[in-house]
């Protein structure tokens, strides 16, 4: 199935050629035809969303959930990073919830490592609060460490139906149900369409 990566399809949805659908009232939802997503939506007036239902709520945002919402955990008060071993392995002191292949960046947003390894000590042994780094890296006791995933970054907050986005802005992702908190009257939003991600087939 195509997606937006294909040039022309991009091209198309920016020009509405897939549908686009408006509404200025608190219902019914806007829905796309089956086999499509919203891909934007475009505020006319001030707008406050009551639903926003995404493909994948971890990586668009939504109402539900937190998108791109990776974890943080902090280095223990007793992390040794003066030992060489350690300088590999970081000790956080309670269960770790890195992932393999995560990237891990301080709090002030450097590059750290990528996560090589979890659940094992420099020894070997099975430990739930280590982790091992694909480099050497100076840790500091209590320090605040971000990770983000191939597929999903970190710092993301959910949306809620009190969140406004001004009038003339317009958001980009892929939806499949929308609907306003409130009749906006003059105004309104413009859902655009184009290619969803998921295939869908009788019986699923």
């Known amino acids: 199935m195509a997606t937006l990566a294909n040039q022309g399809v991009a091209s198309q949805v920016a020009f509405g050629q897939h549908g686009s659908a408006f509404s ?7 829905i796309p035809p089956a086999g499509k997503a919203i891909v934007a939506i475009q505020c006319l007036g001030d707008t406050k969303l009551n639903l926003l239902v995404a493909e994948d709520s971890e990586r668009f945002i939504n109402i539900a959930s937190a998108a791109n919402n990776t974890t943080t955990d902090t280095s223990a008060s007793d992390h040794d990073s003066s030992d060489p071993l350690f300088n590999f ?5 309670a269960v770790a919830t890195a992932l393999p292949g995560d990237f891990v960046y301080t709090n002030s947003g450097v590059f750290v490592a990528i996560v090589k390894n979890v659940g094992f ?14 480099r050497s890296s100076n840790i500091a006791n209590n320090q605040v460490l971000h990770f983000s995933g191939k597929q999903k970054g970190g710092g993301g907050l959910i949306i809620d139906n009190g969140t406004t986005f001004p009038k ?3 958001i980009y992702g892929r939806w499949q149900a929308v609907s306003l908190n409130a009749a906006q009257g003059d105004d309104g939003i413009i859902c655009y369409f184009g290619p969803s991600a998921i295939k869908r087939e009788l019986g699923n």
């Open 24 to 30: 200025d009232a608190a219902s019914p939802l806007i």
């Open 89 to 93: 392995f970081i000790d956080f002191g």
């Open 121 to 134: 000590d420099s020894s070997g042994v099975a430990n739930t609060h280590r982790i091992e780094l694909d």
């Open 168 to 170: 003339g802005i317009t």
